[in-house]
């Protein structure tokens, strides 16, 4: 199962939040699209994905998204996406 906790944070505060859930099994290959499908439900872009990305979410159950991490530009300071699936 996968249930990824998507935020969109400015100064600091949530300013948006999206639960994305699927009943297929995770896997890294598919990581790209559960970004971008939790990306695309809160109506922001979707990030640039590197190797970084999804080492710093296998190893912490987290990842954090900067604004250099986009190719348009973005009003917050930063996404997260977060595993609740542990």
């Not at 990305?53 to 997260?80: C, G, W």
């Amino acid at each position: 199962m996968v249930k990824l906790w998507f935020k969109v944070i400015t100064d600091n505060k949530i300013q948006k939040q999206f639960i994305y859930e699927s009943d297929e099994k995770f896997t890294y290959s598919h990581f790209a699209d559960y970004i971008a499908a939790g990306a695309n439900a809160m109506d922001e872009s979707t990030p640039i994905i590197i190797r970084n990305h999804i080492m710093n979410f296998a190893k912490y159950n987290n990842v954090k998204f900067l604004p250099s991490d986009f190719v348009e530009q973005v009003r917050f300071d930063r996404m997260t996406v977060e595993n609740l699936d542990l």
